[in-house]
């Protein structure tokens, strides 16, 4: 078993089974679908399409997401994201049947953390290849970039419709005068409003789903009509949740809205998903394979070689850290920085499940997260052949 990283491309072509353990796993057939369902349902519903590249941070994804230079917009968590998506913008996107040629300046990626002065330098620089896109949601976001002394921003004003994480809250007096300032400032020009529905991963039910949705509109129009109505925005709404419902969308947009659906978890789905709802186990794109390590009969658990680093100490609806595929009853039960623990609640027996060199495939989750520490991606075929040995980008 060659573990080389520089080596990855070596098991292109050979059976999953034989991947080193921990490894990532994508089903590229599940995978695949997975995005063509929300293409289509945003096709259906003729609204713009962000990905956002965080889960799977790879060019490749990037281009399956964008459908091959279809949609145009991306957002990014981190620089390094970004500059590791200009070669899209160079190459025009390819596409390899008709491959269309899309001029820099229609591309935007906007960097979705509320803009701070330690990234604005890396941002300047990026721009020369790429049009970036900012956030803000606070006045004082205003004063940085108009003492930065740099060219205008594009920037959406980020709303707080109930995740409490980033935004401005929606529909409140404080939103009203930072859309205000930034209106007045020749630092800025406002490209519309945008939220991030985070909290709708807490639902369980579609009509929950429905309802986070509906907030998300109402809170972005409700911006929107805080400037004059011949003013072009766009505005973008989403979270993997809510795009997951997005076909019940029923609202009329004003005609200076372009309306846009954002979502970065979607190809992927993991547990946490699987917890609202709204898809199955079978459209988790993503396994982590283990190797089982240690079984001890006295407390009738087994031991994998996928711990927190692997696994992420993320939680879902299910119990546990990830759920072992093929064994309903068992599932990782506790977590340290190696060792992952798998036990049981049932009456199965650890010693009759799991061999010591047995392999274990694992549903995670979070994917965004336990894709991040992996360092390269396997994407297997539909009958577990590795296909494609994925590099992400890695660091901030
Ligand atoms: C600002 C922003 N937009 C969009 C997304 C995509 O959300 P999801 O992964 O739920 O689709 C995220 C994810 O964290 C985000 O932080």
């Known amino acids: 078993m060659d573990r080389a990283f520089e080596?990855?491309?070596?098991?292109?072509?050979?059976?999953?089974?034989?991947?080193?353990?921990?490894?990532?796993?994508?089903?590229?057939?599940?995978?695949?679908?997975?995005?063509?369902?929300?293409?289509?349902?945003?096709?259906?519903?003729?609204?713009?399409?962000?990905?956002?590249?965080?889960?799977?941070?790879?060019?490749?994804?990037?281009?399956?997401?964008?459908?091959?230079?279809?949609?145009?917009?991306?957002?990014?968590?981190?620089?390094?994201?970004?500059?590791?998506?200009?070669p899209l913008v160079k190459e025009g996107l390819l596409d390899e049947v008709s491959p269309p040629r899309i001029p820099a300046a229609s591309y935007q990626i906007l960097y979705g953390l509320p803009i701070y002065p330690g990234a604005l330098q890396d941002l300047v620089k990026l721009r020369e290849s790429v049009r970036i896109q900012l956030l803000v949601d606070n006045e004082e976001h205003i004063d940085v970039l108009e003492k930065s002394g740099t060219q205008p921003w594009d920037v959406f004003i980020k709303l707080d419709v109930g995740s409490r994480r980033a935004g401005i809250p929606a529909n409140s007096t404080a939103l009203q005068k930072l859309v205000e300032r930034a209106d007045r400032s020749s630092a800025v020009k406002i490209a519309g409003f945008y939220c991030h529905?985070?909290?709708?991963?807490?639902?369980?039910?579609?009509?929950?789903?429905?309802?986070?949705?509906?907030t998300e509109i109402s809170s972005v129009l409700n911006a929107a009509a805080l400037l004059p109505p011949d003013r072009a925005l766009t505005v973008s709404i989403g979270a993997t949740p809510t795009a997951h419902v997005v076909q019940y969308l029923k609202t009329n947009i004003p005609s200076n809205v372009k309306f846009e659906l954002h979502a970065g978890n979607f190809?992927?789905?993991?547990?946490?998903?699987?917890?609202?709802?709204?898809?199955?186990?079978?459209?988790?794109a993503i396994r982590v394979a283990a190797e089982v390590c240690g079984v001890y009969p006295e407390r009738n658990e087994a031991l994998v070689n996928a711990g927190v680093v692997a696994l992420s100490r993320e939680g879902s609806g299910y119990s546990g850290f990830g759920r072992v595929i093929g064994k309903p009853a068992w599932e990782v039960v506790r977590l340290s920085q190696e060792h992952g623990i798998?036990?049981?609640?049932?009456?199965?027996?650890?010693?009759?499940?799991?061999?010591?060199?047995?392999?274990?495939?694992?549903?995670?989750?979070?994917?965004?997260?336990?894709?991040?520490?992996?360092?390269?991606?396997?994407?297997?075929?539909?009958?577990?052949?590795?296909?494609?040995?994925?590099?992400?980008?890695?660091?901030?």
């Not at 968590?77 to 500059?83: G, H």
Request: proline share 4%; aromatic share 8%.
């Open 7 to 86: 080596n990855h491309a070596s098991f292109i072509g050979r059976p999953a089974s034989e991947l080193p353990t921990p490894s990532l796993i994508v089903d590229l057939p599940v995978l695949k679908k997975n995005v063509n369902t929300l293409h289509e349902n945003v096709e259906k519903l003729g609204i713009g399409f962000r990905p956002h590249v965080k889960t799977l941070k790879t060019l490749e994804i990037t281009r399956l997401m964008l459908a091959g230079g279809k949609y145009r917009s991306i957002i990014a968590s981190t620089i390094c994201e970004i500059r590791g998506c200009i």
């Open 197 to 214: 529905a985070g909290h709708s991963y807490a639902g369980r039910s579609l009509d929950e789903a429905q309802a986070t949705l509906e």
């Open 267 to 284: 190809p992927c789905n993991d547990l946490q998903q699987v917890s609202t709802g709204l898809v199955a186990e079978t459209d988790q």
């Open 342 to 396: 798998i036990g049981t609640n049932g009456d199965e027996r650890a010693t009759e499940n799991f061999k010591i060199g047995q392999r274990v495939n694992l549903y995670c989750n979070h994917s965004c997260i336990t894709a991040a520490a992996f360092y390269v991606y396997f994407g297997v075929d539909e009958n577990d052949i590795v296909r494609e040995a994925w590099i992400p980008w890695k660091g901030w």
